[in-house]
């Protein structure tokens, strides 16, 4: 079983640049995959950022292409995301996800755990 804590949301400028952080407990961090999904007011979870067990390979919404990068260091058992250029369309709750397996899903309801949000909020 593994605990997932989010940090690092807040308000920024549209432009702006955010860096989330998922610190996860437990010693086998590195046996997870490991998302980034996000969800505004009234709509429903969607998929942001995946990576897999070690890091090799990611994935991203085409909404975030090119301005996110997920990223992860399993000897501090924390998983990153990293936004650039933000927009007003980002703003929303941010949480991430795990499970265990090598290649994650964008499909939230595969995913065992879950912490429990940071706010993203992007003003115009």
């Known amino acids: 079983q593994v605990q997932l804590v989010e940090s690092g949301g807040g308000l920024v400028q549209a432009g702006g640049s955010l860096r989330l952080s998922c610190a996860a407990s437990?010693?086998?961090?590195?046996?997870?995959?490991m998302g980034w999904f996000r969800q505004a007011p009234g709509k429903e979870r969607e998929f942001v950022a995946t990576i897999t067990r070690g890091g090799g390979s990611t994935d991203y919404a085409d909404s975030v292409k090119g301005r996110f990068t997920i990223s992860r260091d399993n000897a501090k058992n924390t998983v990153y995301l990293q936004m650039n250029s933000l927009k007003p369309e980002d703003t929303a709750v941010y949480y991430c996800a795990a499970r265990g397996g090598y290649y994650p899903k964008s499909d939230p309801s595969w995913y065992d755990y879950w912490g429990q949000g940071t706010q993203v909020t992007v003003s115009s």
């Open positions: 437990g010693r086998t961090f590195s046996a997870y995959a």
